[in-house]
């Protein structure tokens, strides 16, 4: 079992910028590919970022403004946003799917990301 707990949403001004963290427990992430996802009020929940083997991919909405980045000796996951917009606003979920069985994955409890325009 792996446990995902994400850090670093709040509240911030449009233009500004945020590091959220997704640190995992039970076991070691490296064997994982990782994902930030998120789901604004009333709309299904979006992939913002992934990292795997393959490298990064991001969504068309964040690319430019976003970095995901993972410390797998701190077995933590990162999203840096920048240049944040009101439409950021959502809450965010780490996702970990196990590269060894696509049918195993995790997802955190989420952190709630606003942004004020």
């Known amino acids: 079992q792996v446990q995902l707990v994400e850090f670093g949403g709040g509240l911030v001004q449009a233009g500004g910028s945020l590091r959220l963290s997704c640190v995992g427990s039970?076991?070691?992430?490296?064997?994982?590919?990782m994902s930030w996802y998120r789901q604004a009020p009333g709309k299904q929940r979006e992939l913002v970022a992934t990292?795997?083997?393959?490298?990064?991919n991001y969504a068309v909405s964040v690319l430019g403004r976003a970095t995901i980045s993972r410390d797998n000796a701190k077995n933590t996951l990162y999203l840096q946003m920048n240049s944040l917009k009101a439409e950021d606003t959502a809450v965010y979920y780490c996702?970990?799917?196990?590269?060894?069985?696509?049918?195993?994955?995790?997802w955190g409890q989420g952190t709630q990301v606003t942004v004020s325009s």
């Open positions: 039970g076991r070691t992430l490296t064997m994982y590919d």
């Open positions: 996702n970990a799917k196990s590269r060894l069985i696509a049918s195993i994955e995790y």
């Open positions: 990292t795997s083997g393959g490298g990064q």
